[in-house]
T-cell receptor, first 113, second 114 residues
Framework: SQTIHQWPATLVQPVGSPLSLECTVE??????LYWYRQAAGRGLQLLFY??????ISSEVPQNLSASRPQDRQFILSSKKLLLSDSGFYLC????????????FGPGTRLTVL | AQSVAQPEDQVNVAEGNPLTVKCTYS??????LFWYVQYPNRGLQFLLK??????LVKGSYGFEAEFNKSQTSFHLKKPSALVSDSALYFC????????????FGSGTRLSIRP
């Protein structure tokens, strides 16, 4: 069966520090991968999505970046965090080549102080 | 461009009563529509989807949704609400391409009172 992991689960970082959040998927190959940010328990903002290794589409210009070094690994990064980067970050995957529902990871709660 | 709207921030229903959570969408071509539920500090869980076929879709936990093409709506329904249904509900839409973005609504908080 497929599973999706995110770590860390929670993170408290000072303004200006770097960030690296990792998402890995098991039990599937060539998934489409997504990073979302959710602020204050409300709507999801699509940040990045990837349809393959090294292929990243950015939805919102900001100080975040994403990379997909392996088929089932998706990394969200920042060189210098801002206060506004605080939120709940969710990774999701969907089987490519079909119209299927997304499966979400447990999320990472990031607090920037 | 794809978009989805959930016009109600919050819906309050008494336990045992029917519930409806509204969703309208805009997309070029045929829409693919989804409902998800989120419990506190958790990721989203899939409830149901509409791809094609019967306009009434049945999903998990007794939920169903009705696709209405003329009204571009995909409202979530349940005949008899449970207190445990209290959560945040998201509608989502994508287009025809398998690499298409999946766009989520702003969410509706459903509160079921005993």
């Amino acid at each position: 069966s497929q599973t999706i992991h995110q770590w860390p689960a929670t993170l408290v970082q000072p303004v200006g520090s770097p960030l690296s959040l990792e998402c890995t998927v098991e039990g599937t190959s060539n998934p489409n991968l997504y990073w979302y940010r959710q602020a204050a328990g409300r709507g999801l903002q699509l940040l990045f999505y990837s349809v393959g290794i090294g292929q990243i589409s950015s939805e919102v210009p900001q100080n975040l970046s994403a990379s997909r070094p392996q088929d089932r690994q998706f990394i969200l990064s920042s060189k210098k965090l801002l206060l506004s980067d605080s939120g709940f970050y969710l990774c999701a995957w969907v089987t490519s080549g079909g119209i299927n529902e997304q499966f979400f990871g447990p999320g990472t709660r990031l607090t920037v102080l | 461009a794809q978009s989805v709207a959930q016009p109600e921030d919050q819906v309050n229903v008494a336990e045992g009563n029917p519930l409806t959570v509204k969703c309208t969408y805009s997309v070029s071509g045929n829409p693919y529509l989804f409902w998800y539920v989120q419990y506190p500090n958790r990721g989203l869980q899939f409830l149901l989807k509409y791809i094609t076929g019967d306009n009434l879709v049945k999903g998990s936990y007794g939920f169903e949704a009705e696709f209405n093409k003329s009204q571009t709506s995909f409202h979530l329904k349940k005949p008899s609400a449970l207190v445990s249904d209290s959560a945040l509900y998201f509608c989502a839409v994508s287009g025809w391409s398998s690499a298409s973005k999946i766009i989520f609504g702003s969410g509706t908080r459903l509160s079921i009172r005993p």
